[in-house]
């Protein structure tokens, strides 16, 4: 799973890159609160907007945008955080997904519309709605908290396999994979199979080459079908279609 911009911007970065805390904003190369659309061969079309992280942002998190004056730039702050676990917020909601945590100040690309893994407490059903369960969670809807104009299309419960190739890259103490065909792959996600480490987790996925990073060395050669397994029982990774998505507002 890769993200390629339809549109070319001089020095944009790419989709799931991490932007460093810049010096100024000049040194950006492309100006916060971009709009672009991008295109996946497993999700297909994205439309995202290139945000500065206004605290940790963890994985496929669903996030808030918080508008702030910076008087220094003399310019309005894109922030985006974690959606708060709270009722009726009425606030535009959008999905990260760079394959790196963010850190305060660091900018990257946020999901407007589009489909995209989304970081859940539970397994959603297929053609289901979701609603905020947790901070920058989705799950189960309650009062209040129905994430309107989203809708779940693969459950949490999916399994997506690909035969390794068995090149040097899979090795005993590698930190990378080679398979024939990354798509549903994505960072986060849990990946198992012979030779491939104990708790791997996806750290990249590189289409052309084949390749997954794995946050732990591969125990010995990886041989046969890698798994990605999109649940780990405690973060559940449900691909949802949304549309500009919103959380819940005011009903009484």
Request: hydrophobic share 30%; no cysteine; aromatic share 6%.
């Given at each position: 799973m890769t993200f390629r911009l339809d549109d070319v911007y001089i020095g944009a970065p790419a989709v799931e890159a991490v932007v460093a805390v810049p010096a100024t904003l000049a040194a950006l190369n492309i100006s916060p609160g971009e709009l672009t659309m991008a295109e996946d061969p497993a999700w297909g079309p994205g439309e995202l907007i290139f945000a500065r992280a206004g605290g940790a942002v963890p994985l496929a998190q669903i996030c808030a945008l918080i508008q702030v004056w910076d008087a220094t730039n003399l310019t309005i702050q894109q922030n985006m955080t974690p959606v708060p676990n709270t009722a009726n917020l009425g606030k535009a909601l959008y999905v990260y997904v760079g394959n790196t945590a963010l850190t305060t100040g660091q900018y990257g690309w946020f999901m407007m519309s589009g489909t995209y893994p989304v970081s859940c407490t539970a397994t959603v059903a297929a053609d289901t709605a979701l609603g905020i369960a947790a901070a920058g969670q989705g799950g189960a809807i309650t009062a209040g908290k129905q994430i309107l104009n989203a809708r779940s299309v693969i459950a949490a419960t999916q399994t997506v396999v690909s035969a390794s190739v068995?090149?040097?890259?899979?090795?005993?103490?590698?930190?990378?994979?080679?398979?024939?065909?990354?798509?549903g792959f994505f960072p986060g996600v849990y990946l198992s199979g012979t030779g491939v480490g104990a708790a791997a987790i996806c750290s990249f996925v590189d289409p052309i080459r084949g390749l997954l990073g794995t946050t732990v060395a591969n125990s010995a050669n990886v041989t046969g079908n890698v798994t990605a397994t999109y649940n780990n029982a405690t973060i559940f990774y449900n691909v949802v279609s949304m549309n500009r998505m919103f959380a819940q507002g005011q009903i009484t």
């Open positions: 068995g090149s040097a890259y899979s090795q005993s103490g590698a930190l990378t994979i080679q398979v024939r065909n990354t798509q």
